[in-house]
């Protein structure tokens, strides 16, 4: 189910009208100041505060009652801000109630006990109602919310900041920070404070660019979840110089940021515009922005025309070996489409807002052009991989796609003796797509080299594909191809792939040194006709 904002006349249909619905938003601003006074008469208040990184006291004499009121204000509205995923309030809450739970019992004066109580009890009834209200698909009342929110900025007050001097300014505000952010981005977003148009907020984006309200909900939890980790870190060094807190916090907050902007990219999908472009290139190298569905009717255009054509499936790997292979980057570049195989492409593409909008990995392409084939009778050959490989591999897609024609097969371990015997029987088998399994970048080489004796419509290069339709190896199961991590789960079950995986930093690296310096911008997208 989707969840939907939650409106502020929840419960009331009074305040249904958009005058009414203002009304409401401005009772409970006035609630909330209202019962932040009560709380400053009741002696929640911050009397004095000790500045970061200093030992010096700061007494805050009459500025103390309303500093704390807008104190408890900020912190009601940020928590009550993020009642608009089913579970995503109270997950907070929980996160930030442990943390501060934590917080009071590691630190070296004792907090008050009714706060360490309150704070305990928060943490459990978040916990407790973020499962309930995850798994119903529930949104709180807003007024339920803003009351949860208000004991939370109680809890802040009476807990921590009184006695936790470091942490005075920082720790409420880390422990906040998945819902700051959240407001903050709407802040940003449009380039100013605009009054008139309402702001999107993050979890809006993310929503409206493919992710899930799971996804959203548990993103959040999790970056809560670290700077959680983050604040109680701080805690335990409590007494080390400032200088050192500063560049842990400052790593932290780098890591943190990039690590989650790439993790919300790789969420994204891309989003279909009227131009989308016919190629775009990643760090100099084409790929064709196609669908799986778009890849194999351009490839049914090509064997209609009977002309030669070269597809690559281009994964991370191939992209950094055309780094260093001049021959293969020009095939590359040349061919006729290149597909994004590989989740390191896609992440690299979300990270450049490159418009690349789903995997074709070769070993699925492979099976969507077979069962295409045997609809519309496309002959097919495979060459490649160990003796039987490929004869095997022929059999079971024959049995998957009944109908299927294979003119022929070959394994790839052949001399160059061999070679124009090998081309002169492929040719004379006549087929319509040539499927060619060396692995990159021998298979593009030879493809390039063969192509126009060859006389194939469609010559695709597609790595161990073969070696997983024989049988002889696993395919990760769905979730985990789904999660991205095929990558892995090959390198586990073939240990030696783990080598070729260090070029995976490589790829990320460049990328992310792509995306800082804004090299490759939406203005670098390659046009062609
Ligand atoms: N291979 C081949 N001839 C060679 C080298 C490799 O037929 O001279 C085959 C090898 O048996 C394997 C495939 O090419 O089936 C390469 O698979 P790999 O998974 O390494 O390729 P990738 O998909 O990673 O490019």
Known sequence: MQARPSSPEAGSSLFSSPAGRKVWAVLIHLVIVLAAWFACQGGIVIDSVKLPFTTRFVSLGWWSVPLTMVWLWAVTRALAATNRLPGLTLGLMGLICATLFLVMKMQPQPAAAWAAAAAGALAAVGAFGFLVTLRGHILLPDIVSTA??????????????????????????????????????????????????RRERLHEVLLRRGLSPLQVTLLYLVMDACLCVLALLLVRIIVWHFAIKIVIITAFGVVGFVFFLSLIKLLMRAERTEEAPERVQLMDVTITPMTMQETVARIEEFIRSRQPHIVVTSDASAIMKAQEDEELHRIINTADLVTPDGIGVIWGARLLDLPIYERVPGVDLVAELCRVAAQRGYRVFLLGAAPGVAARAAINLQARYPGLTVVGTHHGYFSADEEPRLVEMIRAAQPDILFVAFGIPKQEKWIRRHIEALAVPVCIGVGGSFDVYSGRLKRAPLWVQRIGLEWLYRALIEPKRFIRLLILPKFMWMTLRHWLTRKITRGDIVRQD
């Open 148 to 197: 949860l929110g208000f004991a939370v900025a109680v809890v802040t007050v009476g807990g921590a900041l009184k006695n936790t001097a470091f942490l005075i300014l920082l720790l409420p505000v880390l422990v906040l920070g998945a819902p700051i952010v959240d407001a903050t981005y709407a802040m940003m977003q449009g380039g100013g404070l605009t009054i008139t148009r």
